[in-house]
């Protein structure tokens, strides 16, 4: 009965840190663009830094290649651009590039894509956005998603319709 109750508890303690693991550190959030075809991993770490992984990154062990780290921010992301030969474009403001995938395109900030895109017309001196008004909403003309990993807890993924 002794050895019987000495592996009870082994196994109980495994599984109790594995929880603890989940809970604190294992926080993966999958976005897909809008037909699921492509995908990348946000893996928010309890640091304050998060892993943005091509692909859906499964692995509990921090990756050696292929992420972006990045602090609490948000995060703008266009899936299948039209111009590009990229299956996506990210705006956001590295910590750390470390890609070899070549099918992503960072931008520091979200303007230089509609800049690029043409919904950004100038930015007066003042800070002042001129925007136009013969396109239509990157939202409604892209698949673009808008994700918020500033959170306490989670990461908010803002699609169509909820912006």
């Not at 520091?108 to 017309?121: P, Q, R, T, V």
């Not at 925007?131 to 003309?141: F, V």
């Not at 673009?144 to 306490?152: A, E, F, G, S, T």
């Amino acid at each position: 009965m002794d050895e019987i109750m000495r592996k009870i508890i082994i196994v109980m303690v495994i599984v109790i840190v594995f929880i603890i693991y989940y809970k604190l550190d294992y926080n993966r959030y999958f976005v897909f663009n809008n037909d699921k075809t492509k995908v990348f991993t946000i893996w928010k770490r309890n640091n304050h830094h998060s892993y943005l992984i091509p692909g859906k990154y499964i692995s509990p062990f921090v990756p050696d290649s292929n992420y972006i780290v990045i602090k609490n921010q948000i995060i703008n992301v266009i899936f299948n651009p039209k111009e590009d030969s990229v299956d996506y474009i990210i705006g956001l403001y590295p910590k750390e590039i470390l890609l070899k995938d070549k099918n992503i395109k960072v931008y520091k900030n979200i303007d230089s894509i509609l800049f690029k895109y043409g919904y950004l017309k100038e930015i007066k001196p003042n800070g002042k956005r001129i925007y136009n008004n013969k396109k239509d909403s990157l939202i409604d003309d892209l698949d673009y998603k808008l994700i918020d990993i500033k959170r306490i807890y989670g990461v908010k993924i803002f699609e169509k319709g909820e912006l």
